[in-house]
């Protein structure tokens, strides 16, 4: 397994920014304190050499004149930390090759080289240990036993200040990263909010230059889709209502026509084009959003009128259950979206059956049901489509224009609800229209 298959990279620019900061803090970090210590560890040798080359010749100078009985006494007062005088010729060993043995080494012989001949050899067993011999004036023979410190110890602190000290920049990390990602998420968000009814919040324009100018440029990019929307929905509604002055002067004119088969099919041709134009300016008025203010609708007396209405015009429609539901909603959306959905299941059903339930966070769910073929799994989603059709003749009374799911997605979207369809397993089709539940908005009636 490679290391490519092991590592997954951070999806979220928050954290791979922090990753690379953090992880490029800690390794200059490290490198700093390599570089301090080492240069520090130089420094201390270098004076601990001229200070030992300095000490060894003054002490070595002391024994040289003190009597041979008084020497071995002063051995003790002459030790220091990293040497040691002995009265012999000490232990016989291999040349100094280690590199710190080797500087204090030279250091000491070019000390005594004036007065003294000096040999030294290394200490089996200890890397730096060695040994310096000599010979005093009167003969006696001299040791100086060595054990070098690379450097002065740390200060048992020191890991603590360096652990507060990496928590501080990541600290600093973490509020430096906040703030870049920041304005990059508000825009996320503002655009995930900007719906069919293209009222979405607007972006803070504060921060760095950079960060207002994009805020800037996102909130006029929304006042300009705003805006061709609005032309597009008025220059539908001109068509629609320019159309609607010569279609209804052609049907005048066929009204007054021979009753043959060219005229019903001339008369059918002018109702498809009426309904078709009449559908495109829905559709339009739909993603544009509507002006219709949410109010609280009691959605088991809008069912039991829509039902009425069908029942008086001889359509099998019935409602499964009086449940008592208040949901904040736009009441003529709503019921449009629901008559579609109606007239669906009556046109491949023959009937239809309506059933509401409400939700524990307040909303409600509305099922549409049918007993007609159902539609195919890989096309529940692609009938939500503007003029798709499965019905693929020409004939707009079987087929219809291919807008009427479209335009109930959109309201549904406008009123924060959900859409969506299923085959029931006995056969026939299920719309769910599911309202979102508002803490506030969405009762209980009773």
Known sequence: MTLGSRWHWPRSLF??????????????????????????????VDLMTGYVEREVASSVALLDHLPPGERERWLPRLARRSYQFILGPGEPGTPVDAA????????????????HTVTTNAIAGSRDHFQAHLKLTDGTPLTIDFQPMSGIPLSRWLPLVLVLQFALLIGCCWLVVRLATRPLDQLAQ???????????????????????????????????????????????AAISHDLQT??????????????????????QDLLEMENLVKEGVTYARSLHGASEPPCRVDLDALLDSLVCDYADAGKDVALVEHVAIAVMARPRALRRVIGNLVDNALKFGGAATIE????????????????????PQALLETVFEPFYRIETSRNRSTGGTGLGLAICRQLAQSMDAALTLRNLSGGGLEAILTLAGRTH??????
């Open 356 to 375: 509401a339930t409400p939700c524990a966070d307040g909303g409600a769910i509305v099922y549409v049901r049918d007993n007609g073929p159902g539609i």
């Open 15 to 44: 954290v791979r920014l922090a990753v690379i900061f953090c992880v490029g803090l800690a390794v200059a970090q490290a490198i700093s304190f390599w570089i301090a210590v080492t240069e520090r560890d130089e420094a201390t």
């Open 441 to 446: 908005g969405n009762a209980r009636l009773g």
């Open 100 to 115: 710190l043995a080797e500087r204090f080494a030279r250091s000491i012989t070019d000390g005594l080289a004036r007065t």
């Open 190 to 236: 503002a655009a995930d909010l900007l719906g069919p009814d293209l009222k979405g919040a607007r972006v803070p324009e504060a921060g760095p230059s950079e960060v207002m100018r994009a805020a800037r440029a996102f909130n006029a990019m929304q006042d300009r889709i705003a805006t061709y929307t609005a032309e597009r929905v008025q220059i539908l």
């Open 246 to 267: 010569p279609i209804t002067r052609m049907r005048l004119r066929v009204d007054v026509m021979d009753d043959t088969d060219e005229t019903a099919k001339l008369r």
